[in-house]
T-cell receptor, first 113, second 111 residues
Framework: DTGVSQNPRHKITKRGQNVTFRCDPI?????LYWYRQTLGQGPEFLTY????????KSRLLSDRFSAERPKGSFSTLEIQRTEQGDSAMYLC???????????FGQGTRLTVV | GESVGLHLPTLSVQEGDNSIINCAYS??????FIWYKQESGKGPQFIID?????DKRQGQRVTVLLNKTVKHLSLQIAATQPGDSAVYFC??????????FGQGTRLTINP
């Protein structure tokens, strides 16, 4: 499978706990994005990396959220002190420099109880 | 602010008929649009894209039409099949890399 891979697929956590998600983009893609999707809505942009540099962050990305892409390959999204409002599908996408065509992974569904 | 919207939240069609899903956008400076298909529990799947210098683009059983005058985008699916049942999103590229999505249209295929 050469698509975008996300782990875990599902995560249930108690309020106040920290969670970390991982995204492995398509291997030759140097651009990586994180989006969040709540039920019945379209995905909302969170942040974007070009190689290892985080170039844009949405106002949705509060200080409890941090994303990294240390070697310009896989990325992690960490949520600290989770709240019930963080429950959503977290989607990762990647694209190749010079094209805007982004391909999404299957997402990580987070449930905060 | 700028947004991308859809005319209908749901659409039901008979198997074998053609489907048309519509989308309106408000940012006249947008120059790139994508249609995604999302099945339950899965991530959005790329269907087709179009740049603003084009009016029409065709893929396999799908056609995207762009009317820049009225800022309207449509996705046509020919000979709709049960596997086409999903939520369809149009997305608009804002800035260098941010996609802004509409709320989606749920397409249901009746046998």
């Amino acid at each position: 499978d050469t698509g975008v891979s996300q782990n875990p697929r599902h995560k249930i956590t108690k309020r106040g706990q920290n969670v970390t998600f991982r995204c492995d983009p398509i291997s030759e893609h140097n651009r990586l994005y994180w989006y969040r999707q709540t039920l019945g809505q379209g995905p909302e942009f969170l942040t974007y990396f070009q190689n290892e540099a985080q170039l844009e962050k949405s106002r949705l990305l509060s200080d409890r959220f941090s994303a990294e892409r240390p070697k310009g390959s896989f990325s992690t999204l960490e949520i600290q002190r989770t709240e019930q409002g963080d429950s959503a599908m977290y989607l990762c996408a990647s694209s190749l420099d010079g094209t805007s065509r982004a391909f999404f992974g299957q997402g990580t569904r987070l449930t905060v109880v | 602010g700028e947004s991308v919207g859809l005319h209908l939240p749901t659409l039901s069609v008979q198997e074998g008929d053609n489907s048309i899903i519509n989308c309106a956008y408000s940012n006249s400076a947008s120059d790139y649009f994508i249609w995604y298909k999302q099945e339950s529990g899965k991530g959005p799947q790329f269907i087709i894209d179009i740049r603003s210098n084009m009016d029409k683009r065709q893929g396999q059983r799908v056609t995207v039409l762009l009317n820049k005058t009225v800022k309207h985008l449509s996705l046509q699916i020919a000979a709709t099949q049960p596997g086409d049942s999903a939520v369809y999103f149009c997305a608009e590229l804002q800035g260098a890399q941010k996609l802004v999505f509409g709320q989606g249209t749920r397409l249901t295929i009746n046998p």
